[in-house]
């Protein structure tokens, strides 16, 4: 009886959140074009995109044209709705970039530029009122 109990509660604990559930293979050279529903965003210039439900397939993106503050900031949170509202559940297409470094793939992420209906994702950003000020 005592481990049925243990048992029960412990399926009624919350799950633990996964912090990153975009599991799909990046692009690896400059130039390449995908595209997909976003499904997913990790922070104010991160997001993750696919053309199924299956988050094995979906793309980790680091906007190219867009650096916000990091999550744990004090605007961190508002940054990252703000972009969930400009482009969440919608379809956008991006190009892989080189970062500074001349890297495409950085911190598990592509670098991209990314557009929803042929406006690019980092001025949409700002005229809904985000400001850059990320590293």
């Known amino acids: 009886m005592k481990w049925l109990l243990i048992s029960a509660g412990l399926l009624l604990l919350p799950a633990v959140a996964q912090a990153d559930p975009c599991e799909g293979r990046l692009p690896e050279?400059?130039?390449?074009a995908f595209a997909g529903m976003v499904r997913y965003v990790?922070?104010?210039?991160?997001?993750?995109l696919g053309n199924t439900a299956d988050p094995a397939a979906w793309i980790e993106v680091r906007l190219?044209?867009?650096?916000?503050?990091e999550l744990q900031s004090p605007t961190g949170r508002a940054d990252r709705e703000r972009l969930f509202r400009v482009v969440?559940?919608?379809?956008?297409?991006?190009?892989?970039?080189?970062?500074?470094?001349?890297?495409?793939?950085v911190y598990d992420r592509v670098?991209?530029?990314?557009?929803?209906?042929g406006r690019r994702v980092g001025d949409l950003l700002r005229a809904a009122g985000g400001l850059e000020g990320g590293h």
Do not use: H
């Not at 050279?29 to 390449?32: D, I, L, V």
């Not at 990790?42 to 993750?48: A, F, I, K, P, V």
């Not at 559940?89 to 793939?105: H, Q, S, Y």
């Open 29 to 32: 050279r400059a130039g390449e």
């Open 42 to 48: 990790g922070d104010g210039d991160s997001l993750c």
């Open 64 to 69: 190219s044209d867009f650096d916000a503050a």
């Open 88 to 105: 969440g559940r919608r379809r956008i297409d991006c190009v892989v970039v080189p970062g500074r470094n001349g890297r495409v793939i």
């Open 111 to 117: 670098i991209a530029s990314c557009r929803l209906n």
